[in-house]
């Protein structure tokens, strides 16, 4: 059976598995679970996310595709068990969309290649059920593990050495070009804060909510690099504006500048 790459084919799909599982058949299910892993995972994180997210999430993959079907199995179950109301597969092309809840936006911003994701979505009553993330790879659906976006994820500091007799010195030192510190520590240095605009789609639909972003801020006191770890999209969207355009006091370290690992808060609140 081949499942095209639209919203009703993994819809389609996901009913394949649980009438399945629904008649006792259990090959027919484990072919169809099987079908889910991702091939050659390292490789495609690499390609959507970046080296860095191949590493981890991509190795992580690799070890663990023998568990992608019994897990998605008891997921499915858990589904049946719920007797739903309603079933509906979502895709995911363009970063924004507040539809996908504050966790996705981070993950679809952090695409290097705009690869469409999807998540099926069962629904009783006030009761919901989330399966994230699917991709279609190779002509199938495929189960992807979220990136996950705090840690070390961001490319190593750039050191920059006068000369090839002050390399050694350098490499000696390489664990001070970046420190963690913690958010309420560092927000203390910021010198400009650009506040952020508001969105009239926020507040029409009345959201509010504080945006998390992790970043890295260079040693000149600028944002190097930026991941959204969450916030729904429209008000995270916003949140980056601003903070691009935000600047710190240097951070020194034994009396050299260093870049500076850390989580910076923007928060969105409307007027009573």
């Known amino acids: 059976m081949v499942y095209p790459d639209s919203t009703a084919g993994l819809e389609h799909l996901a009913k394949d598995i649980i009438k399945a599982q629904k008649s006792n058949n259990g090959a027919a299910a ?6 889910l892993i991702l091939p050659q995972p390292r490789a495609w994180y690499e390609r959507v996310f970046g080296p860095i997210i191949a590493n981890n999430e ?11 079907p019994p897990t998605l199995a008891r997921e499915f179950l858990d589904a049946e068990q719920l007797n739903a109301n309603s079933m509906e597969a979502r895709r995911f092309d363009r970063s924004c969309d507040d539809n996908a809840g504050e966790l996705t936006f981070g993950i679809l911003n952090a695409r290097l290649e705009k690869v469409p994701l999807y998540e099926i979505i069962f629904v009783k009553g006030d009761k919901l059920l989330r399966f994230a993330s699917f991709a279609y790879v190779d002509g199938g659906f ?4 979220p990136p996950k ?20 010195h350098d490499e000696n030192r390489n664990e001070l070009d970046r420190v963690t510190i913690g958010g309420n520590v560092q927000a203390a240095r910021a010198v400009n804060k650009v506040p952020p605009q508001y969105p009239d789609i926020a507040r ?7 945006v998390k ?12 690099h930026v991941y959204v770890l969450s916030g729904y999209c429209s008000l995270a969207e916003a949140a980056l504006d601003a903070v691009r355009k935000w600047r710190y006091s240097p951070t020194m370290l034994m009396g050299n500048p260093v870049e500076v690992d850390t989580q910076i808060n923007v928060i969105f609140q409307l007027r009573q």
């Open 30 to 35: 484990d072919v169809l679970l099987r079908s």
């Open 58 to 68: 991509g190795a992580l993959y690799e070890r663990a595709a023998a568990s992608v």
């Open 142 to 145: 495929r189960f992807v593990i």
């Open 149 to 168: 976006l705090e840690g070390n994820v961001f490319p190593p500091p750039v050191r920059k050495t006068a000369s090839n007799a002050k390399l050694e």
């Open 204 to 210: 029409h639909e009345r959201l509010q909510g504080t």
């Open 213 to 224: 972003l992790h970043a890295i801020i260079g040693k000149d006191g600028s944002l190097v």
